[in-house]
């Protein structure tokens, strides 16, 4: 049941014609609503009855979003087809009688190697890897913000992770893998992949979402005669589902690279995701005069900190986490204290709103590291006891892949049973409530890996030891490795409760000149969980596996309890977009139309001048 789109205007008006006159020639990209069509009273904006009583959709997607989603698959295919492979690589030793490059004998339990660094060093290196990978997104989107919009840094990155691959693919080579030389080309690829990963990742999402134009709720009437309200927040639940299983079906890349690091060697494995990778410049040459593009316009970071240092100077340290807090930066209640002349206030009041919510979701993202670390162990935890559990040809770090699978099953149903289906009945299954159910999700699945563990060190032949090389008998437990996949899976359905309502979360909730930061703010509680995980890593190894999985497993289900509590009121609230933009009478670079403002989304707030934002020169997983 499709609903009516709603029209654009004519690109034959007099007022197109006039903006397309101020736009560089070569340099128009897609077009969409105009600001000047848009106004407090908008056609089909709905009543409070309406609101309350009509079954919601989701709006008219672009083909052009659907085209960001396959550039994420290309680059998260690229990246996930690597770093499952590090572990080995790093801790596991050139095996004896393998081919020479990387893989172990046939018919055996061995796992393929490399450096032969151990355990301790293997996890490490993973960790820093995958920490640097969702730390330095704070920076660049930052940049993205300030300095080089976001397309710009995607491109960037696109470029630093391509000269990644390449070597990469050489420190597979079979001379330079015998005379120990490898680790040079690959350790240099490990950490240049992190910062081309650092510069895409924390602009991709929020460059999807500048091409959705649902930004108000509007009620259409459907090919059958259904009158429905068109949701935005049902709109980018669907785009950011399809966002997140692109994401998944790239990540599903690691078995393609795992068998090959078994039966083949390092070279393919690697080759691997350097071929997913080509088609990412082609791509991005042909979306870009086909996007949405918004421009650099200075960071309101810089105010950000004013806000704050206003509120303390008032005194607002003693109302921390109460009400009133926020209300000391608004201009408004500045001026009925009769503080204007004290207070230099370069905002208004709905800046000071703006960056309560963003504040607010920044608490919300705070409690993701611990469905990270229930969902994929504590640092390489889960990678170790796959070592002690029987493969019978299967490559140890397939398994990791069921992760992405069942993100993969499970996308569609959510986004065309589920989601439509609570939809239909009038149920509202806000985004607090959705990241509960991934956190408990998580929880259950941290508990799946504790009984594991503790089973497959009871029945190692080397007991406590059984994830360190262990050479007494067949050196495994008698456990089939495929009892991960239940754990794994849990985690993986998990994600799609979790990460999808984040994207939504971090893009409604930030001012526009913050987008790209806070969702790498978001991005950043990953880095957290790596965090934790590389300072865990004395631990993160025989006998102490079962408890790495436990303690985290407990603190899950304390925290799960805590967020809902803490965050539940959010879900009554409606979903609106800061639009935060410049004067309509300017136009923006770049950009021809973009979607207009009302009563529903708008605020009155205009960021100051560039020269003014960037006066101080502040310089952030998702």
């Not at 397309?20 to 609503?33: E, R, V």
């Not at 004013?306 to 109460?322: A, E, H, N, S, T």
């Not at 508990?447 to 090389?469: F, H, M, R, W």
Request: charged share 15%.
């Amino acid at each position: 049941m499709e609903p009516v789109t709603e029209k654009v205007p004519s690109a034959g008006s007099a007022r197109d014609e006039e903006k397309m006159s101020h736009t560089p020639p070569g340099d128009q990209h897609a077009p969409y609503l105009d600001p000047f069509t848009m106004d407090e009273d908008y056609d089909g904006k709905p009543t409070e009855e309406e609101l309350s009583t009509l079954r919601r959709v989701p709006g008219t997607i672009s083909i052009v979003a659907y085209l960001i989603c396959i550039v994420e698959f290309c680059e998260r295919g690229s990246y996930y087809g690597v770093q499952p492979l590090i572990n080995n690589y790093v801790n596991r030793r050139l095996p004896d009688g393998g081919n020479g490059y990387g893989a172990p004998p046939r018919d055996t339990e061995e796992t393929g190697g490399a450096l032969g660094m151990g355990t301790v060093t293997a996890n490490a290196i993973s960790q820093s890897f995958s920490m640097l990978v969702y730390a330095l997104p704070l920076l660049f989107g930052w940049m993205a913000d300030a300095k080089t919009g976001r397309f710009k840094i995607i491109c960037y990155g696109v470029a630093v992770f391509g000269v990644a691959h390449v070597l990469l693919v050489a420190s597979g080579a079979k001379d330079l893998l015998a005379n120990g030389m490898a680790k040079v080309p690959f350790f240099l690829s490990v950490y240049i992949l992190a910062i081309g990963a650092a510069m895409f990742k924390p602009s991709v999402s929020p460059l999807l979402l500048d091409q959705v134009t649902t930004t108000v709720p509007k009620v259409v009437t459907t090919s059958e005669g259904e009158r429905v309200i068109q949701d935005p927040e049902s709109t980018t639940e669907r785009v950011m589902l399809w966002f997140y299983l692109m994401i998944n079906i790239g990540g599903f890349m690691g078995v393609a690279t795992a068998y090959s690091e078994k039966y083949v060697g390092w070279w393919l494995a690697f080759l691997i995701p350097l071929l997913l990778y080509v088609p990412l410049p082609f791509l991005l040459w042909f979306l870009h005069k086909r996007l949405v593009l918004h421009p650099p316009g200075g960071s309101d970071l810089p105010n950000v900190f004013r806000v704050l240092g206003i509120i303390f100077r008032r005194g607002g340290w003693k109302r921390i986490g109460r009400h009133g807090f926020w209300e000391l930066a608004k201009p408004s209640n500045i001026a009925a204290a009769g503080l204007d002349g004290v207070y230099h206030t370069r905002w208004n009041d709905q800046f000071v709103e703006d960056v309560r919510r963003a504040f607010q979701a920044t608490g919300i993202f705070c409690f993701f590291p611990i469905q990270y670390i229930n969902d994929n162990g504590l640092g390489s935890a889960a990678n170790f006891l796959s070592t002690m559990l029987e493969t019978r040809g299967v490559p140890n770090d397939v398994i990791g892949n069921f992760n992405s699978l069942s993100i993969i099953a499970m996308a569609p149903v959510l986004n065309y049973g589920l989601y439509p289906l609570l939809r239909k009945m009038n149920i509202h299954y806000g985004p607090i409530a959705r990241i509960t159910t991934g956190l408990a999700m998580s929880t259950i699945g941290g508990v799946g890996y504790t009984i594991l563990n503790k089973y497959a060190y009871d029945q190692s032949p080397c007991g406590e030891y059984g994830s360190s090389d262990c050479t007494i008998g067949t050196g495994v437990a008698p456990i089939s490795i495929w009892w991960m996949a239940i754990p794994y899976a849990i985690g993986g359905i998990s994600e799609l409760f979790v990460n999808v309502p984040a994207y939504g979360i971090a893009y409604s909730r930030a001012p526009v000149n913050m987008r790209g930061l806070v969702s790498a703010i978001n991005l950043f509680n990953t880095a957290v969980a790596y965090a934790i995980g590389l300072a865990c890593s004395a631990v993160v190894t025989d006998p102490y596996l079962t408890w790495d999985f436990g303690g985290p497993a407990i603190a899950g289900g304390i925290l799960t309890v805590v967020f809902w509590f803490t965050f539940r009121h959010i879900d009554k609230e409606e979903y609106i977009l800061s639009q935060n933009k410049h004067d309509t009478h300017l136009e923006l670079e770049g950009t021809r139309n973009v979607v207009g403002e009302n009563e529903t989304n708008k605020t009155i707030n205009r960021p100051a001048p560039i020269a003014d934002n960037e006066e101080m020169m502040i310089s952030q997983k998702q």
